[in-house]
């Protein structure tokens, strides 16, 4: 099993910055896709951004796209997501996932809320 461990979210105005992180623990596999997906309410989870084992070319969202910077410490299995320029439209319940590679198993965090507003 894999438990992800999220933090960092909160209130923010528009215009202004948040930095979520998560940390992995359990049993991980070497090789692990890591990244954050949001929810806002009455739409579906979708993919923020995402982080390969090597890190190098991250995806993003179109909508994130100048704006959010995911990055990756491989030796503390943590994965973090920088957030500027946010918008109201950000809004949204941010959840962590992680999928093992080797056996394309996803574990997803308990969600962090993020609110964008004055």
């Known amino acids: 099993q894999v438990q992800l461990v999220e933090s960092g979210g909160g209130l923010a105005q528009p215009g202004g910055s948040l930095r979520l992180s998560c940390v992995a623990s359990g049993s991980i596999l070497p090789l692990y896709v890591m990244g954050w997906y949001r929810q806002a309410p009455g739409k579906q989870r979708e993919l923020v951004s995402k982080t390969w084992p090597s890190g190098v070319s991250p995806d993003y969202a179109d909508s994130v796209k100048g704006r959010f910077t995911i990055s990756r410490d491989n030796a503390k299995n943590t994965v973090y997501l920088q957030m500027n320029n946010l918008k109201p439209e950000d809004t949204a319940v941010y959840f962590c996932?992680?999928?093992?590679?080797?056996?394309?198993?996803?574990?997803w965090g308990q969600g962090t809320q993020v609110t964008v507003s004055s």
């Open positions: 996932n992680l999928k093992n590679l080797g056996t394309a198993t996803n574990y």
